[in-house]
């Protein structure tokens, strides 16, 4: 693994913005082609082969969530707790996720949290890389199979669905979101699922046949939402999620939010003790005295505290952490000159299917850290 200074494209804007990639510069610039990290097939495998057992890992510990009633741990509503164990029993599938991993290319990679519910970069990683590669040496190869397994999981998850269109929804003032969204709802289509747009604030309700409907009142039965089902549980909206005679299709599907919480951290580390994958995780600082200290919910490296040797050495602000924290130990993202990159790595469908690069200045990836690209030597 090695980070590798290149010269970007000519016009690279104009570039990325034919592809729909219209984020990539905002008040920082996000995506950034001046650099690639380059890995060695060993080094890919590696990554493929504990994403596989860590997704394996996440499914035995909802299952344990579940059997041992655990959802206090998590601030899951209780409301909610039947819809979750509905979509978990009836074997509701998951279509994506993405692990964030400590990876230096020498060490094991370690799992630092997992983007299951409403994860982002989605399209950075599947297509804006992609065809930054195709530019930059065309003969070389990404760990990226992400758009063929997302059609292939729609066209699978067709068969799920009621007999009715797939909607597609997102909040109207985010252009990362639609971006994502209208990438996802593009994959679908190209699995043969019909579908349609609506922003989540166009939802209605209708209260007579107790059912979410259209912007025509025609009844929605199956939907993928890019909001997160902590915000829902504590709106009108996810009260209606249970009062729903319709049974709409949510993808993701509810019992993601026990994967989605940080609180899983510490029950991976309680069934599965000394992985060689995982860090200690605890719901208390426990004996650790370099530490993470983590909101069970929070979003974009907001209210994040790094302590080394009883010291602060890094912390961000934020509005996340009325509902606990958890407690995990310090293992300092790699140093390559000055710049800390977190490796994403993807599922769809039960298998890994590619990776992207966040890149930091500091030890705390937030939303001002950069993409950047990757090949494999």
Not at 40 to 67: F, R, S, Y
Not at 100 to 114: A, M, Q, R, T, V
Not at 311 to 334: D, H, M, R, S, W
Not at 365 to 371: E, I, K, L, V, Y
Request: glycine fraction near 6%; aromatic fraction near 16%.
């Amino acid at each position: 693994m090695h980070r590798i200074k290149t010269t970007p494209r000519n016009n690279w804007q104009k570039t990325v913005e034919g592809l729909g990639f219209g984020f990539h510069t905002t008040d920082v610039p996000y995506w950034d082609e001046a650099v690639y990290y380059s890995f060695t097939m060993p080094e890919i495998e590696k990554l493929e082969t504990v994403t596989a057992e860590l997704w394996d890992m996440c499914v035995q510990a909802v299952q344990h969530v579940i059997d041992n009633n655990l959802f206090e741990a998590f601030k899951i509503p209780a409301f909610i707790v039947p819809h979750i164990i509905d979509s978990w029993n009836n074997d509701a599938p998951a279509i994506y996720g993405r692990f964030d991993l400590w990876y230096d290319g020498i060490g094991e990679p370690k799992l630092i949290e997992f983007n299951a519910d409403t994860p982002t970069s989605l399209f950075e990683a599947s297509i804006v890389q992609w065809f930054w590669l195709k530019d930059f040496d065309e003969p070389k190869d990404q760990f990226n199979s992400l758009h063929e397994k997302l059609i292939d999981y729609w066209k699978y998850l067709k068969t799920y669905l009621h007999q009715d269109k797939l909607y597609f929804t997102c909040i109207k003032d985010s252009l990362e979101d639609f971006t994502t969204t209208a990438y996802m709802q593009d994959c679908a289509m190209q699995g043969g699922l019909e579908t349609s747009f609506i922003y989540i604030e166009d939802i209605g309700w209708d209260n007579g046949n107790r059912c979410f409907v259209d912007l025509d009142n025609n009844p929605i039965r199956n939907i993928f939402k890019l909001y997160p089902y902590e915000w829902m549980v504590n709106e009108d909206f996810g009260q209606n999620i249970v009062a729903d005679t319709q049974n709409a299709y949510w993808v993701e599907p509810t019992w993601k939010m026990i994967l989605s919480n940080k609180a899983i951290l510490p029950i991976l580390w309680q069934l599965f003790p000394y992985h060689k994958n995982l860090l200690p995780s605890y719901f208390t600082r426990s004996n650790l005295k370099n530490y993470v200290k983590k909101p069970i919910l929070s979003r974009e490296g907001a209210n994040i505290t790094i302590v080394e040797n009883e010291q602060v050495i890094a912390n961000t602000e934020g509005e996340y952490g009325e509902e606990g924290y958890i407690f995990q130990e310090l293992c300092k993202l790699p140093d390559f000159d000055g710049n800390y990159p977190v490796i994403g790595s993807w599922i769809v469908g039960q298998q890994p299917a590619g990776m992207g690069i966040r890149e930091s200045d500091g030890l705390i990836t937030s939303n001002t850290s950069r993409f950047v690209p990757h090949l494999i030597v």
